[in-house]
């Protein structure tokens, strides 16, 4: 599969973006997707993913409340609303594809990342 991030760029604290990662070579509707990020000097870290119907979303504590997944199967594609950002946002963010439609391990696909600023 192929996913391809966009939507990231520079914004100031308070502020908001929105990513898409569409994706092409599978069938979408069945695999759970995730967004990941990573941060100069940390390891890549799990943010928020979404079971394959949509049904399911799991965030990570440091996001909830703040941001928002969503998914579009009939355009293949996985959406972040990031609100209230923070300096601590700041990261390359990617997109994954998990091997099942359950958010569980570790996605076998990867976007190419894009990076997000958020400045204090």
């Known amino acids: 599969a192929q996913l391809v991030e966009s939507g990231g760029g520079l914004v100031q604290t308070g502020g908001s973006l929105r990513l898409s990662c569409a994706a092409s070579?599978?069938?979408?509707?069945?695999?759970?997707m995730g967004w990941f990020r990573q941060a100069p000097g940390k390891d890549r870290e799990f943010v928020v993913g979404?079971?394959?119907?949509?049904?399911?979303?799991y965030y990570a504590d440091s996001v909830q409340g703040r941001f928002t997944m969503s998914r579009d199967n009939t355009k293949n594609t996985v959406y972040l609303q990031m609100n209230s950002l923070k300096p601590e946002d700041t990261a390359i963010y990617y997109c994954g594809m998990y091997l099942g439609g359950a958010v569980r391990g570790t996605p076998i696909y990867w976007g190419q990342g894009t990076q997000i600023t958020v400045s204090s």
């Open positions: 070579g599978r069938t979408f509707s069945t695999y759970a």
């Open positions: 979404i079971e394959r119907s949509g049904g399911n979303i």
